[in-house]
């Protein structure tokens, strides 16, 4: 399964869990230390913005990190950023180019997997801080688990960009044990 038929199933959920959130939860804590939920929101919409036109092939949009700001609607951002993500994920030629990714040039396809990995768990932090369910398919979740598992280097383990792995209960689902593999406890 390509990452961006993973993100094909990924980012509906997505859309799902962020209609989902009541403004008065923004700045819930969420699993992910480095952000409330408002912050994961922000994250994965600026994100989202400044992936889709390397997907594409156009050039990086100039104002990427405004959705941090004060008066955002911050469902509507995420809901357009994340339209957008999947559209360009779809485009021809999309997995086959090379993106400037924070990791450094990757190919498109190594990339997707990379997206659906972060969309899969921030979708997880999303959901678990608003009480909302977050159940992709044992599939979806394995494909991405398996990738993860190859291509987060012991030195992403920064405590920024990935934390250590924690440990997962022995009877966690597929999901809980990437979930802790992320960096966060379960």
Same mark, same amino acid.
């Given at each position: 399964? $390509? /990452?961006?038929e ?8 997505l859309?799902? #869990?962020?209609n989902g959130i009541q403004?008065e939860?923004y700045?819930d804590?969420?699993?992910?230390? %480095?952000?409330? #939920? !408002?912050?994961?929101?922000?994250? +994965?919409? &600026?994100?989202a913005? =400044?992936?889709a036109?390397a997907f !594409?092939? *156009? %050039?990086?949009?100039t104002?990427i /990190?405004?959705s941090?700001?004060?008066?955002? *609607?911050?469902?509507?951002r995420?809901?357009?950023a +994340? &339209?957008?993500?999947l559209?360009a994920?779809?485009?021809p030629g =999309?997995?086959? !180019? ?10 498109g396809?190594?990339? %997707?997997?990379? #997206?659906?990995? &972060? /969309?899969?768990?921030?979708?997880w932090?999303l ?6 369910v ?6 979806v979740?394995?494909? #991405?688990d398996?990738?993860?598992?190859q291509?987060?280097?012991p $030195?992403?383990r *920064?405590?920024d960009?990935?934390?250590? $792995?924690t $440990?997962?209960p022995? &009877?966690?689902?597929?999901?809980l044990r ?9």
């Open positions: 399964m $390509e /990452g961006n993973q993100l094909a199933v990924i980012i509906p959920m859309k799902q #869990v962020g403004p939860q700045d804590a969420t699993p992910c230390v %480095a952000f409330t #939920v !408002r912050g994961v929101l922000g994250h +994965m919409t &600026d994100l913005s =400044a992936y036109p !594409r092939g *156009d %050039a990086p949009p104002d /990190g405004t941090a700001a004060d008066g955002i *609607d911050y469902g509507a995420f809901q357009v +994340m &339209d957008a993500l559209s994920v779809q485009s =999309a997995l086959q !180019r090379t993106i400037d990714t924070p990791f450094g040039p990757m190919p396809a190594a990339f %997707a997997r990379l #997206v659906a990995f &972060d /969309g899969l768990i921030h979708g932090d959901a678990t801080s608003t009480q909302q977050w159940n992709p398919p044992e599939s979740v394995a494909e #991405v398996a990738f993860a598992r291509a987060i280097a $030195e992403m *920064d405590g960009t990935f934390a250590a $792995e $440990e997962a022995l &009877d966690a689902t597929t999901l990437l979930v802790a593999f992320s960096g966060r406890p379960v």
